[in-house]
């Protein structure tokens, strides 16, 4: 059974960079597929932040892009996500999820594997 | 980015009745790349349907996906209890992933 865990800070400064690891355990990151983050802030929808296959490739919402950084160590079986330059609106349950995308075999893509999420609060 | 609206933003039924819940793309996507999941309070997103009409392991034969092109549709044929929560529909395409308002199925 695949699962995955968030860990990190639960209160970032305005300003600062948000920094969380999701760690895998059940299947190797080194086997395949990508590795995503999501978020949700309070009472709201969810927001796709980025991607990472386990060769390092990576990508981002636009809308996030020039903030987000995602990278993956395959030898801890994790993989992180940073977010620069924080403010209220970043304010979320962040989730880390399995990106089950292949567009050449059978095409799909979704998030079938989940974390429980981590809220992380930006305030002063 | 592709915009998905969902609708109604709440609806209210009664345990045993059925459920139809609208997702329409502001361009047209493919169905490969569309799913439904199912969020309870305090609990992470629940993968219900994927490539618009595949459902996901372990998910009742109850709830069911259709559509094509800019119009998805999710439905639960008869509502269990359990069933009452927020259901959010999502595309990929372009190389971005996108996430509709979400749908509120509550109790009436």
């Known amino acids: 059974q695949v699962q995955l865990q968030e860990s990190g800070p639960g209160l970032v400064k305005p300003s600062e960079t948000l920094f969380l690891t999701c760690a895998v355990s059940?299947?190797?990151?080194?086997?395949?597929?990508?590795w995503g983050w999501i978020r949700q802030p309070p009472g709201k929808g969810l927001e796709w932040i980025g991607s990472?296959?386990?060769?390092?490739?990576?990508y981002y919402n636009p809308s996030l892009k020039s903030r987000v950084t995602i990278s993956v160590d395959t030898s801890k079986n994790q993989f992180s996500l940073k977010l620069s330059s924080v403010t209220a609106a970043d304010t979320a349950v962040y989730y880390c999820?399995?990106?089950?995308?292949?567009?050449?075999?059978?095409?799909?893509?979704?998030?079938?594997?989940w974390g429980q999420g981590t809220l992380v609060t930006v305030s002063s | 980015e592709i915009v998905l609206t969902q609708s109604p933003g709440t609806l209210s039924l009664s345990p045993g009745e059925r459920a139809t819940l609208s997702c329409r793309a502001s361009?047209?996507?493919?169905?490969?790349?569309v799913a439904w999941y199912q969020q309870k309070p305090g609990q992470a997103p629940r993968l219900l349907i994927y490539?618009?009409?595949s459902r996901a392991t372990g998910i009742p034969d109850r709830f069911s996906g259709s559509g094509s092109g800019t119009d998805f549709t999710l439905s639960i044929s008869r509502l269990e209890p359990e069933d009452f929560a927020v259901y959010y529909c999502?595309?990929?395409?372009?190389?971005?992933?996108?996430f509709g308002q979400g749908t509120k199925l509550e109790i009436k």
């Open positions: 490539g618009a009409s």
């Open positions: 059940g299947y190797s990151i080194s086997s395949g597929y990508y």
């Open positions: 999820a399995r990106d089950h995308q292949d567009i050449v075999v059978v095409p799909a893509a979704h998030f079938d594997y």
């Open positions: 999502q595309q990929y395409g372009r190389s971005q992933y996108t």
């Open positions: 361009q047209s996507v493919s169905s490969s790349y």
């Open positions: 990472i296959y386990q060769s390092g490739s990576t």
